[in-house]
């Protein structure tokens, strides 16, 4: 499990990374003290419909059992929401996921009223609902990813489980019949520990850091009842990667991307894709392939608004501190800073990107205190749209995230206009798909320019 690398106190902090390009800037916007929250969760943050960034930290706050805090998306300010204290759950090694009510959706590793760990819900304000506990019985335990929101508009995560007789399951909740396990892993030692990803074709699929004939970890494919499909079961040997630790990414060529922990040409780690259609998976990149590259790259991938694949490696680099970099989706790699050693960061956690255009990521050490920081990698990139849920039905409503939205003139879905849209605030609006709209961008006419989404928006039946 991953709760042994977030425990690495780190002590040493300062501002700037080693520069590899010129064309990117790299600062710290905060640093954690303990009271505020130690060791930044290894998922990446989620935009809230108020454009300020949300996520938690395994440990820190009142009780020392964790928090959920507000990041603002200019740099500056961060607010602690809410302090777990055990009963409510503890030590959440996830992120957050905004759903379509405007709350943020979580889960803790242990916690709760049996110490298996909880699904909860937490609003802008702070206002904190305990959705659920494990029992560590046939509903699984020790779910360290947060849940995922799916085009049907219910909620899909996993449990890692722990040998030996707490087997890993993927369950829905849904605010109508609360909690319900969906499929449960045959090896107790699967350990999914990513997010679950739906891809265009309505599947879900699921990475597990372990199981497979190997042990080196496989993917496997369901619908949303349950029934599993084909699985994909990563290989021990080069060029083949292992122990894929976080979820996939699903990119706009319809694939999904992810990285592997382990394994590789250099046992460093790699990055792959894996073909929804042919259940094909191709090793795109081994770490080690290049004097001064990354190592052991845990956390997933963020693709751009540029169409690039962004990441983190724990380790590697000019020091050996761990890298920032970036990679096409036909494979083509590029290191884009390398952590100086004197400075003793862990970059255990993936990059999101906020519509601004800055990508915000987590150190899980650093400052006085050794408690993690955050900061913002700039690629130059503008600001565009992005959704709560990338899926929608004709005269459904899209739920759309951005900036400078108010004095919105238009919008349109793949070149259809839109006839009825709303606009809450200068961060958030709504727009119904129009007839005939088809698959493709969202484009929002604002005073100050347009706005394109960063992913396609999908018409589905």
Avoid at 106 to 125: H, M, N, P, R
Avoid at 387 to 395: D, I, L, N, R, S
Avoid at 422 to 432: E, G, H, P
Wanted: glycine share 18%; proline share 4%.
């Amino acid at each position: 499990m991953r709760t042994a690398r977030l425990l690495a106190a780190i002590t040493s902090f300062i501002l700037v990374f080693v520069l590899i390009g010129s064309a990117q800037t790299v600062s710290f916007v905060h640093l954690f003290d303990v009271t505020d929250g130690q060791y930044p969760a290894f998922e990446a943050f989620a935009q809230g419909r108020d454009g300020n960034l949300y996520g938690t930290t395994y440990g820190g706050g009142a009780s020392g059992d964790g928090t959920v805090f507000r990041q603002s998306s200019t740099g500056s300010g961060n607010v602690v929401l809410h302090s777990f204290s055990g009963s409510d759950g503890a030590n959440p090694l996830s992120g957050l996921t905004l759903g379509s009510d405007g709350n943020f959706y979580g889960t803790t590793v242990s916690g709760g009223a049996f110490g298996w760990g909880t699904l909860y819900k937490i609003g802008e304000d702070g206002t904190f609902t305990l959705l659920y506990s494990f029992t560590g019985g046939a509903d699984g335990g020790f779910p360290e990813a947060a849940p995922t929101l799916a085009a049907d508009g219910n909620f899909y995560g996993t449990t890692a489980g722990v040998a030996p007789n707490v087997y890993p399951t993927v369950y829905r909740y849904s605010s109508s019949h609360g909690l319900t396990t969906i499929y449960t892993f045959s090896l107790v030692t699967a350990q999914p520990t990513g997010w679950v990803t739906q891809a265009s074709n309505g599947e879900l699929y699921v990475a597990a850091q372990r199981g497979g004939p190997q042990n080196c970890g496989s993917i496997t494919a369901m619908t949303t009842s349950g029934t599993a499909g084909a699985n994909y079961d990563f290989p021990c040997n080069p060029p083949g990667g292992e122990e894929p630790i976080d979820g996939l990414t699903l990119a706009s060529d319809g694939n999904l991307y992810g990285t592997t922990g382990a394994g590789g040409e250099h046992k460093k780690g790699t990055i792959f894709t894996f073909n929804v259609e042919s259940r094909t998976i191709t090793f795109l990149y081994s770490f080690g392939s290049a004097p001064g590259d990354g190592e052991f790259p845990y956390a997933g991938l963020v693709q751009g608004s540029d169409g690039n694949l962004y990441g983190s490696t724990a380790d590697g680099g000019a020091s050996r501190s761990g890298t920032l970099f970036q990679i096409t989706l036909a494979g083509g790699y590029t290191q884009l800073y390398s952590f100086a050693k004197a400075y003793m960061y862990s970059v255990t956690g993936g990059l999101g990107q906020q519509t601004g255009g800055l990508f915000f990521g987590t150190t899980d050490g650093g400052g006085a205190d050794g408690a993690g920081a955050v900061f913002t990698l700039s690629m130059g990139l503008g600001p565009f749209v992005a959704f709560v849920q990338p899926t929608g039905t004709v005269a459904g409503s899209a739920e759309i995230l951005g900036q400078g939205l108010t004095g919105t003139t238009s919008v349109t879905f793949n070149g259809v206009a839109a006839t009825t849209f709303s606009v809450k605030t200068d961060t958030y609006m709504t727009a119904v798909v129009p007839a005939g709209a088809t698959t493709g961008p969202v484009v929002v006419t604002t005073p100050s320019g347009t706005l394109t989404s960063n992913v396609n928006f999908r018409i589905s039946q």
